[in-house]
């Protein structure tokens, strides 16, 4: 069995175990927590939304049975944030005002503020974490930060330091890590680099569809798109995400295989209206992205408003820019564009949907100056874009 297997498997038998004691005494407030926190590892290791749901009743149930207790809220504010639901992650922590003061609390905080693009808020409050403690996660918190505001070789170097706090035992974050570090290299168009990270990934915690998936993503930005479709499918059996399955439908519709294409798609499209009708948020980028990429512009726009409206950051802004531009709005695109840009932001995708926005407004000097700047940080051009 591979490491995702037996991480699996070992997941579904505590969960059992702990259902079983909670069954027999419904008042075990800490079984009860544990239950909760390992049904959150089985749904991280799967990414299942019914699996998150059900994390989500376990722990709604304890807070109706037991109030609010810290652990049990502060799992609550991780999976609400998982989820974009922002508002909810404050609330989460407010009904544990001492979780404000605890590291957990102020790194969720600092997340939510880099969403809603208070970007310096939480730089700042990752450097006072670091200063007090460099513990792997808000290490590579600050390096994800870096590496969003150009910052990438101190960004590596962070994520290698977070590597280095890990122990032996923690194979799944080791992982996660080398995946990041991989990201950032391949964003740069350092693909041998990124093979590198991704293929230790897999290596190191063997199985496991993410990483499956994001050496997908390296194939077909090097134009391998046979092997990168026969992987995709392979993600696919082992992940219900419709996410993969629209990553799926566009590699195959970028080969000029549409017939083929479109039943993902659309599977894809199905789920994403089905989270989004029962109350979902985290899917309104990729519908943004789905109809901006599937010719039906104003669709885009109406979504990437909605997502803009809960977490406004240089990537809503730019997603939103990007779909009013192909909606002929040229002039409103243009200031979504600018506002991302004001953030600082280094991105070559976000600097090329710029130079693209630019260009067609008539400004061919800035233009040329946001095309150069994105073909310097990544040479080789964006590749294939699979949505994460």
Known sequence: MTAYDLALAKARKDIAALEAISQRDSRDCEKRVRLAYRLFHQASLTSDEIEFRKVRQAIDDVIRDFGPKEDICLLRANIDGRFHRLGEVKRDLEMCPA??????????????????????????????????????????????????????????????????????KELLSFAWLELQRGVLAISRGRYGKARTHYHRAAASFSGHWLAGEHIAKLLAAEGKFDEALALMREVIARTPRPESKQALGELLASVGRAEEAKPWLDAAEAAYLASAREGGVHYFHHLADLYADTGRPAEA?????????????????????????????????????????????????????AASLLHAAGDAAEGDRYARAAAEINPGGSGFHLHH
């Open 99 to 168: 979780l404000a003061r605890r590291r957990e609390g102020r790194s969720i905080t600092a997340d939510v503020d880099f969403q809603e693009g208070r970007y310096d808020e939480a730089r700042r409050a990752l450097e006072s974490l670091i200063d007090e403690s460099r513990t792997w996660d808000a290490l590579a918190r600050l390096a994800h930060w870096k590496g969003k505001m150009g910052e990438r070789e101190e960004a590596d170097r962070l994520y290698a330091e977070a590597e280095d706090e890990l122990t032996a």
């Open 301 to 353: 726009v109406e979504w990437a408003r909605k997502d803009v409206a809960l977490r406004p950051n240089f990537s809503t802004q730019a997603a939103l820019a990007w779909a009013l531009f192909q909606n002929g709005e040229m002039a409103e695109g243009v200031e979504w564009i600018r506002r991302a840009l004001s953030s600082g932001v280094q991105d070559g995708g976000i600097f090329a949907t």
